[in-house]
């Protein structure tokens, strides 16, 4: 142990778990392969070599909602879709984030018809919305880097509604858990 001995007395530093969580999150944010319309091409342009946005934030398309923490609505979203797209968002683990990409996905675009929903918040809510028909790939990377800021300062539940409540919110869990293998 000679080596290390005394090297780490200035180097100690103290923070809170919840930042060290986000931190990890939000460098790792992991998003669900899904795509709707046009805006989905400037996305998956955006995620490739000339551009790299996987790389350079740490994430990965997931095939799986289990797997992701983040969606992008890439976008028309139709009245027909609206149901999944709510299911997979169900189908995310907590904490989760969505990221509206386009006119489209953010209010509907020029489709103002029967057939369009106009905007997908109204089946989901959305953290960022990133404009334009279709947002440049920048304009994703300004999203994505808004979306960071966000993810950093999230809360867990015992910060929010303090520990006892998140002792009880367990407990229910955990009973609902078991009673469910039974
Ligand atoms: S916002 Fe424009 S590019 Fe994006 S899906 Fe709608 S029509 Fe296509």
Do not use: H
């Amino acid at each position: 142990m000679g080596l290390i001995d005394d090297r780490f007395d200035k180097n100690i530093f103290i923070t809170s778990l919840d930042f060290v969580f986000n931190w990890a999150r939000r460098s790792s944010l992991w998003w669900l392969q899904f795509g709707l319309a046009c805006c989905a091409i400037e996305m998956i342009s955006a995620s490739m070599s000339r551009f790299d946005l996987a790389e350079r934030f740490g994430m990965l398309y997931r095939a799986s909602p289990r797997q992701a923490d983040m969606m992008f609505i890439a976008g028309t979203v139709t009245k027909k879709m609206a149901p999944i797209v709510r299911t997979l968002y169900d189908q995310m683990p907590e904490p989760k984030w969505v990221i509206s990409m386009g006119s489209c996905a953010n209010v509907g675009g020029p489709y103002d018809t029967y057939a369009v929903l106009q905007g997908v918040d109204q089946v989901i809510p959305v953290d960022i919305y990133v404009p334009g028909c279709p947002p440049t790939p920048e304009a994703l990377y300004y999203g994505v880097l808004e979306l960071q800021n966000r993810v950093i300062k999230y809360e867990t539940m015992a910060k929010k509604q303090g520990v006892d409540a998140a002792e009880s919110q367990r407990r229910a869990d955990r009973a609902e858990a078991m009673a469910a293998q039974v």
